[in-house]
Nanobody
């Protein structure tokens, strides 16, 4: 089992910045890819960014150049640095981990609200 705990959400004006953190615990050694997804009201949960054990990253087109995902394997933590935020970035952001046993784990979510 893997537990994921997010932190760092909040209210920020358009153009502002936030850093989200996700601390993993439990069967850390089983985790391959970690990432962030987001879900706006009335919409499906969408990929934001992922990072694998080797540090290779993948981003949604809408966030490229503004959001940056990083991973500290020593701290079992993944970060999402969000810059130049837009109102359309408003959503609940979920941390995700995918294990070598093909199991998906999710955090409880953290709200990010960008005011116009």
């Amino acid at each position: 089992q893997v537990q994921l705990v997010e932190s760092g959400g909040g209210l920020v004006p358009a153009g502002g910045s936030l850093r989200l953190s996700c601390a993993a615990s439990g069967s850390i050694g089983s985790i391959n890819t970690m990432g962030w997804y987001r879900q706006a009201p009335g919409k499906q949960r969408d990929l934001v960014a992922t990072i694998d054990r080797g540090g290779s990253t993948n981003y949604a087109e809408s966030v490229k150049g503004r959001l940056n995902i990083s991973r500290d394997n020593a701290k079992n933590t993944v970060y999402l640095d969000m810059n130049s935020l837009k109102p359309e970035d408003t959503a609940v952001y979920y941390c995700h981990a995918f294990s070598q046993f093909l199991v998906n784990y999710w955090g409880q979510g953290t709200q990010v609200t960008v005011s116009s």
